[in-house]
Nanobody, 122 residues
Framework: QLVESGGGLVQAGNSLRLSCAAS????????MSWFRQAPGKDREFVGG????????TYADSVKGRFTISRDNRKSTVYLQMNGLKPEDTAVYYC?????????????????WGQGTQVTVSS
């Protein structure tokens, strides 16, 4: 089970940190990713972090603004979002994949959280 938290309403330029707490899986063996889905759009990859070496991969749209980290002791992955823009408004989902590398895709064998809403006002 994955449970996201930390979403909310913020003004453009501000920051938010999302958390995703995992249970009932061996968290340290999963590559963790964040995705987002805006109204009327497909779910898209935001970024991910490998379990093997904590290497990260980001979508071009968030590179340099968002940072993903994980704490295996707490079975939690974080998404630090700085410099938020109105186009970052979406429901944000975390996902766990049994993979060494980050796979920037929604398909395949993934565990999903329920999502948390992020709204950025201009």
């Amino acid at each position: 089970q994955l449970v996201e938290s930390g979403g909310g309403l913020v003004q453009a330029g501000n920051s938010l940190r999302l958390s995703c707490a995992a249970s009932s899986l061996t968290f340290s063996a999963y590559t963790m990713s964040w995705f987002r889905q805006a109204p009327g759009k497909d779910r898209e990859f935001v970024g991910g972090i490998s379990w093997k070496d904590d290497s990260t991969t980001y979508a071009d749209s968030v590179k340099g603004r968002f940072t993903i980290s994980r704490d295996n002791r707490k079975s939690t992955v974080y998404l630090q979002m700085n410099g938020l823009k109105p186009e970052d408004t979406a429901v944000y989902y975390c996902a766990a994949r049994l993979s060494i590398v980050v796979v920037p895709a929604t398909g395949g064998n993934l565990y999903w959280g329920q999502g948390t809403q992020v709204t950025v006002s201009s």
